[in-house]
């Protein structure tokens, strides 16, 4: 290290579980939940904290882990690690006390409740961004997660103004210097998502983390960002999740940001969640005979009926208005009356009608024969 420049400050690794050390005791009030560092530096100037059955009034006391800390008299326990997801809406302000800030407006810490321990957000968000923010009140993995030299990747979905052609998709790549003479570090990823004559959606994937970067980087290359959507963080999404809903992590999603946080993650997507188990198949059962229908007066009607003989019975219409002229007047019926078939009585077969009338004669030629 040269002589006269300070020593560069290491971000602590995770460890998966609380510290070990000693640590400030506003600290471990807020961590316990009890109350935000703020307003326990408050409680303990009014002198409503013992450590170990001692009264403590001085702001910055540290204390071991295994001390006993009681409030009022009620001991405070060390609460378990928890780490949310959460969808960020928009105009809420990344920040983790209170459920309004000083200006009155809402914070992400109104939208978590019900959790057993205080989260605080990981990094933060524009009052005017949407999308992925992570909390927890695991300290050296937040303190890990947001080191610059961790270089986190984190991927946005930006609306600028106007068309953007390949000169400023180039510069947006490979860094621009921003107002103050800051040049950006190269994106990991710059992708045009959706093009038409009044803005531009992008795609862009930075390993870096400046205050408001994204909005300043549209304003280096003359196109403002319209609206800002963060996307992933460390590999991290919010899909299925509408805005202002939450959910926890899963256990390998915990470990996978351990390994980003320490360097020693080999891709940057999470690992997704397992699939749903499929419902089980309901076993299928032949049908059974049908009832048999109630018969009814039509039906019974219809079975009264003579059967039908087949071919024999078949008559159009003409011939049946026919045979019902012939069997009232007794006369035979017109020679354009009846159907062209023969009749049911010329083939041998057995009329579904009255049996016609006799020729004369035919009782004298079969007496003959």
Known sequence: MKPGRPARRRAPLPTGAPATGPQRLQ???????????????????????????????????RVAADARVEVDGRDVQTPSLVYVVLNKPDEVVSFGEGDVDDRGRPTVASLVKGLPAR?????????????????????????????PRREVPKTYHAKFQGKIGEPEIEALHSGVVLEDGTRT???????????????????ITIAQGLYRQIRRMGDAIGHSVLKLIRVSFAGITANGLRDGEWRLLRDDEVEHLRLVAAGKATRVAAPEAPPAPRPK???????GPRPK??????TRAREDRPASTGRASGRTRASARSDRAERSTGTPPPPGGAS???????????????????RPGARARSAKR
């Open 27 to 61: 600290k471990v009030l807020a961590q316990a939940g009890v109350a935000s560092r703020r307003a326990a530096e408050s409680l303990i100037a009014a002198g409503r904290v013992r450590v170990d059955g001692t009264i403590v009034t001085t702001l910055g006391t």
């Open 119 to 147: 989260v605080v957000p990981v990094g933060r968000l524009d009052y005017h961004a949407r999308g992925v923010l992570l909390m927890t009140n695991d300290g050296a993995l937040a303190a890990a997660l947001t080191h």
């Open 185 to 203: 570090k190269p994106a990991l990823e710059v992708d045009v998502v959706k093009s038409t004559s009044t803005n531009t959606w992008v795609q």
């Open 281 to 287: 198949a309901v076993a299928r059962t032949k049908p």
């Open 293 to 298: 229908a109630t018969p009814t007066a039509s």
């Open 340 to 358: 062209r078939r023969a009749p049911a009585a010329a083939k041998g077969r057995p009329s579904a009608g009255k049996a016609l009338p006799k």
